[in-house]
């Protein structure tokens, strides 16, 4: 699908306003809760879908579909990005009022560089054929390695583009109200909260990596790819406030994601043999059926642990007042 120019302005000019939106609500940097956070998760969600119809009054169902099945990945992929965000919060110490904007700029820089990686990797898998073989083989490689070595993660600080830019900008090891930098003695420097956003940047990058390949298996259309994974980013922030108290809950949700991958690079790779393209209708109930199956077993795997900490906090209350 080619588009002009000035549908492409569109659509950034429709993604820059609805982040000004969300910029404007959160200008005081409050903690976010649930309820104000679910709001917002479905503000966005029935943005995404928004689109995704005028895709299908415009384009046709094919087209629409093929949006909806990135979207969908995209949407499940950020599932296992909150678990990093939340990882990095909790190793910086992160103050809850402030997350909101380390989230909301990473975001910004996620939607610049994964329409890099979007437009490189579009253009290789259109010129080069060979190229769908090796970007299926990383992805059965990153499923795999989801799978069976999910949660050792590197620390944060460990991280290599942080220590570089730690090594770079004069850094404080302390924070400074909301302030990505600040003045000490004269000398401007970074504060802490500048190396968290670093950190999230960086992580997402690797992120990046992987969920652009993926969509790139269902569509090598840049619009699309770029659309499914800006409505996708816009939700990111509410998203990570709704799921922050869950995330414990999700024990196999990663076996899901891991599917999700592999499938991806074997649909990519299938692309250029005789057996061609997998259907959309396909794609989409695999999706749809590989997400459902991972949070729901990951919910009755973790329902007597629930369970059990709810009898738990009357008796703990009790004894607390004895």
Not at 28 to 34: E, L, M, P, Q, T
Not at 119 to 146: D, H, Q
Not at 189 to 204: H, K, S, Y
Not at 240 to 249: D, N, S
């Amino acid at each position: 699908m080619s588009v002009s120019w000035w549908v492409w302005a569109i659509l950034i000019l429709a993604v820059a306003v609805m982040l000004s939106i969300d910029l404007f609500f959160h200008r005081d940097n409050h903690v976010i809760g649930f309820r104000e956070a679910a709001i917002w998760s479905s503000i966005w969600i029935a943005a995404g879908l928004a689109f995704g119809g005028i895709l299908w009054v415009w384009q046709g169902g094919d087209v629409a579909g093929t949006y909806f099945a990135g979207y969908l990945i995209e949407k499940a992929l950020s599932i296992d990005n909150v678990f990093i965000f939340a990882l990095i919060f909790g190793y910086f110490a992160v103050p809850a009022a402030f997350q909101h904007k380390v989230l909301f700029w990473g975001v910004i820089g996620a939607l610049v560089f994964r329409m890099v990686f979007i437009i490189v990797g579009a253009e290789l898998l259109e010129s080069f054929y060979w190229t769908a073989y090796l970007f299926g083989a990383f992805l059965i490689l990153t499923g795999y390695k989801m799978a069976f070595r999910h949660g050792g993660e590197t620390p944060p600080d460990r991280n290599l583009v942080v220590r570089i830019v730690r090594r770079i900008i004069p850094t404080d090891s302390a924070y400074h109200g909301n302030r990505f930098f600040t003045r000490i003695n004269g000398t401007r420097v970074a504060t802490l909260l500048f190396v968290v956003l670093i950190a999230v940047e960086a992580t997402d990058l690797i992120f990046a990596l992987d969920s652009v390949a993926t969509i790139l298996a269902i569509t090598t259309s840049t619009f699309i790819v770029w659309a499914a994974n800006a409505f996708a980013l816009l939700g990111l922030r509410s998203l990570y406030f709704c799921l922050a108290g869950l995330l414990r809950r999700f024990v196999h949700l990663h076996y899901g994601l891991a599917v999700l991958l592999a499938f991806a690079g074997v649909k990519l790779i299938l692309s250029e043999t005789p057996v061609g393209k997998l259907p959309i209708p396909v794609t989409l109930g695999m999706i749809v059926a590989t997400i459902a199956v991972s949070i729901g077993w990951s919910l009755h795997s973790t329902r007597a642990n629930t369970s059990t900490a709810a009898e738990d906090r009357p008796e703990a209350g009790a004894s607390a007042g004895t």
